[in-house]
């Protein structure tokens, strides 16, 4: 419904007890041995309900539903609030949230970035925030001068979240049609970076981008062999010569 100057009306919802609800949802399929296998995987400081991806997801159906009108920011402000619980599944479902609505990640902010890496400190947060991140990046609505910028952080799940995000720029599943030279200029720029979970996702942005671009990655690796991680140079050489990593 319009107003009198023509204006899109949006409801107004109180986002705090939509987030009530949507953690009694969560609640509703919690599991203990969820719990213990995110303490194993991927600990957090953030609470932990106990719930797998599929379930969350069966929640993120909701959400879209109870949020069908909502204006962009008004959804946007909403993935903050979610964010800033500090519950991890809440924080898993507003990146699938924003994932899943692609056309208002083109009004995010560099504010709301920010507020997005909140509690990035495990790799499944860091790895769904890189979706974001790529996403972005290849439709150049953030610099790549922007995503180099994470690579200067101490903090190596922000050096690992940049090399992820250019899976999203050569991952069919994600969109991706292949960028060979901002994949190879990032990467570039972790070769000599032996974090484990940063060599990881190098090997991971190597091999999808091999898929796509094939040549460019065996220039990459002929280019800095003496440098590369053993680990990286083994499963992307496997990758190439066999199509498996290992």
Avoid at 29 to 46: D, G, H, S
Avoid at 122 to 143: C, H, K, M, Q
Wanted: proline share 2%; net charge positive; with cysteine.
């Amino acid at each position: 419904m319009n107003n009198k100057t023509g204006t899109p009306q949006t409801c107004k919802v109180d986002m705090s007890l939509l987030i009530k609800i949507l953690i009694e949802l969560l609640d509703a399929f919690a599991e203990a041995k969820r719990i213990e296998y995110a303490r194993k995987f991927y600990p957090t400081k953030m609470h932990v309900i106990g719930v797998a991806v599929p379930k969350v997801k069966l929640v993120l159906k909701e959400l879209k539903k109870q949020t069908k009108v909502f204006a962009p920011r008004e959804k946007i402000d909403l993935v903050k609030l979610l964010i800033n619980e500090d519950v991890f599944e809440l924080q898993q479902l507003a990146f699938e949230y924003l994932i899943s609505e692609e056309e208002i990640l083109a009004g995010l902010t560099d504010e709301d970035f920010r507020a997005l890496e909140k509690n990035l400190d495990n790799w499944l947060s860091v790895d769904y925030f890189s979706t974001i991140i790529g996403y972005a990046w290849r439709e150049n609505l953030i610099s790549t001068q922007k995503v180099k910028s994470y690579l200067h952080a101490e903090n190596h799940w922000m050096r690992r979240m940049v090399v992820v995000a250019t899976v999203s720029l050569n991952q069919k599943a994600r969109g991706g049609t292949g960028d060979s030279e901002r994949t190879l200029e990032v990467c570039q720029l972790v070769v000599d970076d032996r974090d484990e979970m940063v060599v990881r996702a190098l090997s991971w942005a190597l091999r999808e981008l091999g898929k796509v671009a094939r040549e460019p990655v065996i220039g990459f690796i002929k280019k800095n062999e003496t440098r590369l991680h053993k680990r990286v140079l083994r499963e992307v050489k496997n990758k190439l010569e066999t199509g498996k990593k290992n």
